[in-house]
């Protein structure tokens, strides 16, 4: 670990040459910080795998003036010599200095180092972090500014790479192309990355001015602000690769807030309040959801449109917003959207590939000699002549002869499949007009389009509350359907307003909206 400590000090008519007497400092500044860092997982046995990183500091800073900040034509120093007591001249002191202080702990993911098999339930998935930092200042017009802030984390994370299962792999023996998209069949029984954490932050402040008083005004009490906020969010993260080409990604975010007493919480009553509110999860003010659903279709693994390269994305987006507290009876407020995209890739250079004929507009042959004369005769595909049948059979019989009319069939079968993989790898040739022409009806290379459709709804005046996923499970409301992305129509809203989930309250004046946005974008590379 690492501890460091740094100090910074001047005092009264300090200032650099430049700056005038009035100018330079009339207050003496006395400030420290101390900071470590360590790891207190190595003070463990190096099995426990336990990482625990500790940060903390204390920083203080007082700034004392030159003349007393009530009388400012009397010197400090004279101020508090002239006191009669110590009590007397601590009071002085107290309310005539500038002291801030500030303390932090911090540990950050604090947690068991992962092994070498990752799982679900392993013990190095969880993470756990807290933070702790106290304020504290005073001046001469304030006498109390205290803030503490804790900041709590629970984390999971699991995280690995997607096994795939092909169940076809082995069952399908053919290499033919058209079977591949069988025999490529695959699926994913395990997420590849699932995540959840809760954070929970609490602060409290409370400020209490000094009373100042003059000859002409007296002020016998002020009162004390409070601020402070009580807060529970959870987050959600899943990611499924349920195929090669299929692929599944949900996050999910729940913002709570704690409600507490007024004031300070110094009672039992307060107490039990905020930690029955903090067990339940917290009063629900917002939570939001987006699913992913990613197809890409096989149309590659089929010899006819394996120069197609093709994806659909089925997008959703549900959101829920708490009313205020103050107007619960206009409801909350619901949205959703559904998105449809469909990408297209027409890859026109691997189409033109599949013809010898397209293939020869990209081949230029060599010069041919002059006065040569062109040979007919087609020369052996194997490298040796073929006799022919009477040539092989002379001189045989009997089973001799059987063999080798047996061998001579398969040597003119692989002769005949190899002059036609000859002359389908032979080019044909083409004159500077033709070449030109099959340019211009090849000039497009590539086209992409794509396409989609979005949908959203917004619906404030709901009365429902929320919980998993989005909707209470106990009315089933405002249904899976509706969370998913489907668009609400008159009937639906009907339904819902017969359920008594919209608001009916007669200063209700929201609008329902509903959006539709079709979009078509095709582009061509030449």
């Not at 900041?151 to 069952?171: C, V």
């Not at 409070?226 to 529970?232: A, L, Q």
């Not at 959203?456 to 249904?479: E, H, L, V």
């Amino acid at each position: 670990g690492t501890v460091s400590v740094s100090a910074n000090t001047h005092t009264q008519g300090f200032g650099s040459i430049e700056q005038r007497v009035n100018e330079r400092t009339r207050d003496n500044l006395m400030q420290f910080d101390v900071a470590a860092n360590i790891d207190a997982g190595k003070l463990v046995p190096k099995q426990a795998k336990l990482s625990v990183p500790v940060y903390a500091s204390i920083n203080r800073t007082v700034l004392t003036p030159q003349y007393d900040p009530y009388d400012k034509d009397v010197s400090y120093k004279e101020k508090l010599n002239a006191a009669a007591s110590k009590d007397k001249r601590d009071s002085i002191r107290n309310a005539a200095i500038d002291q801030t202080t500030i303390k932090t702990l911090n540990f950050t993911n604090v947690r068991v180092m992962p092994g070498t098999k990752p799982g679900l339930l392993k013990l190095s998935n969880f993470d756990f972090s807290y933070s702790y930092t106290q304020i504290e200042q005073s001046s001469p017009v304030v006498l109390q500014n205290k803030i503490t802030r804790h900041r709590g984390g629970l984390g999971y994370t699991y995280n690995k790479s997607s096994r795939y299962i092909e169940p076809f792999k082995n069952l399908v023996h053919s290499r033919t192309p058209w079977l591949a998209w069988i025999r490529d069949f695959n699926f994913n029984l395990m997420p590849s990355y699932l995540s959840f954490r809760a954070d929970v932050n609490r602060q409290f402040g409370e400020f209490i001015p000094r009373i100042v008083n003059t000859i002409d005004s007296k002020v016998d009490r002020v009162d004390t602000t409070y601020d402070k906020y009580f807060t529970f969010d959870r987050f959600y993260n899943l990611r499924w690769d349920l195929s090669r080409s299929l692929n599944l990604d949900f996050s999910a975010t729940n913002n709570a807030r704690v409600d507490e007493p007024y004031g300070r919480i110094d009672t039992k009553a307060k107490k039990d309040s905020v930690r029955d509110n903090l067990y339940r999860g917290g009063r629900n003010t917002m939570y939001q959801q987006k699913a992913t659903l990613g197809y890409r279709l096989p149309l590659n693994k089929i010899p006819l449109t394996d120069w197609i390269e093709s994806r659909y994305s089925y997008g959703t987006s549900y959101s829920w917003i708490g009313a205020s507290l103050l107007a619960p009876n206009l409801g909350n407020t619901i949205e959703n959207s559904q998105e449809n995209n469909l990408n297209l890739q027409f890859n026109f250079s691997s189409l033109y590939a599949k013809s010898r004929w397209m293939r020869a507009l990209d081949n230029i042959p060599a010069p041919k000699p002059k006065n040569n004369l062109p040979d007919t005769k087609k020369p052996p595909a194997l490298g040796s002549v073929l006799l022919t049948k009477e040539e092989a059979l002379r001189g045989l019989s009997g089973k001799p002869r059987t063999e080798a009319l047996r061998k001579w069939k398969e040597r003119r079968r692989d002769e005949r499949i190899a002059q036609r993989m000859l002359k389908a790898s032979q080019l044909p040739e083409f004159n500077g007009l033709e070449r030109t022409a099959g340019k211009l009806l090849t000039m497009i290379k590539g086209v992409t389009v794509n396409y989609s459709e979005n949908y959203r709804s917004r619906i404030p005046g709901y009365m429902d509350k929320t919980k998993f996923i989005g909707q209470d499970w106990n009315t089933m409301a405002p249904g899976l359907d509706y969370v998913f992305g489907r668009q609400p129509d008159s009937n639906w809203l009907n339904q819902k307003a017969v359920q008594g989930l919209l608001s009916k309250d007669s200063m209700f004046n929201f609008l329902y909206r509903q959006n539709f946005e079709q979009r078509l974008n095709i582009t061509a590379q030449l």
